[in-house]
């Protein structure tokens, strides 16, 4: 069965700071990984996926994610930090056992507090 | 705005009470899915139906249940409800669900959250 553990519940940085969370993965056949962003008291919003094809994966508001299968990692990273990236991050991985039709199997989430 | 709607946005019931919670789907979406987010558990998936059919089952009680309608909006009913069960729900909907050549993907509804009390 595939899981997600996201290192570290809460992150905070400086901005204008590298932002950096960090998601290992277990999966037993390629994954197909996702992070999602949720600002307070809204849903879910995808920042970017992985299916297959190029491993470093370019998402929106400047954020982008590699996947290094050596690592089973598929950390989010961001230059540079702003304001309005203060937001819960929830990195997750479709699960694919039988039966399955897509559903995801997510993080616990990191809280990333962003200081001025 | 993801253009999935749900309904209410706040629910506060009593113990042993059944609530319906209502999803509606983006415009041309046949699957829907069903996730509880609580603060122990995390973010956890339901239940999937797709054309109103059942798809798939994840980590849900036998006190809830689902369905999804004809016209594709879903209801997921959860009854002799407990402290424990106070959570956000979350509706998501794709195109379709998962094949081996094409992911969809999933858009979230704002959720609604129930407080059992």
């Known amino acids: 069965a595939q899981s997600v553990t996201q290192l570290g519940s809460h992150v905070s940085v400086s901005e204008g700071a590298l932002v950096l969370l960090r998601c290992n993965y277990s999966?037993?056949?390629?994954?197909?990984l996702f992070w999602y962003v949720q600002y307070p008291n809204q849903g879910l919003q995808l920042l970017l996926k992985y299916t297959t094809g190029a491993t470093l994966v370019k998402g929106i508001n400047g954020f982008e994610a590699e996947f290094k299968k050596s690592e089973t990692s598929f950390h989010l990273t961001k230059p540079s930090a702003h304001m309005s990236d203060a937001a819960e991050y929830f990195c997750?991985?479709?699960?694919?056992?039988?039966?399955?039709?897509?559903?995801?199997?997510f993080g616990k989430g990191t809280k990333l507090s962003v200081k001025p | 705005d993801s253009g999935v709607t749900q309904t209410p946005k706040h629910l506060i019931t009593a113990t042993g009470q059944r609530v319906t919670l209502r999803c509606s789907p983006r415009?041309?979406?046949?699957?829907v899915y069903w996730y509880q987010q609580s603060l122990d558990q995390g973010l956890q998936f339901l239940i999937q139906y797709y054309n109103g059919e059942e798809r798939a089952k994840g980590n849900i009680l036998e006190r809830f249940s689902a369905q999804q309608f004809p016209d594709l909006h879903s209801e997921l009913n959860l009854s002799s409800l407990e402290l424990g069960d106070s959570a956000l729900y979350f509706c998501?909907?794709?195109?379709?669900?998962?094949?081996?050549?094409?992911?969809?993907?999933?858009?979230f509804g704002p959720g609604t959250r129930l407080t059992v009390l």
């Open positions: 415009s041309g979406d046949l699957s």
């Open positions: 999966s037993s056949v390629p994954p197909y």
């Open positions: 998501a909907s794709s195109v379709s669900g998962w094949t081996a050549a094409a992911y969809n993907e999933q858009f």
């Open positions: 997750a991985v479709r699960e694919s056992d039988g039966g399955s039709q897509g559903n995801l199997i």
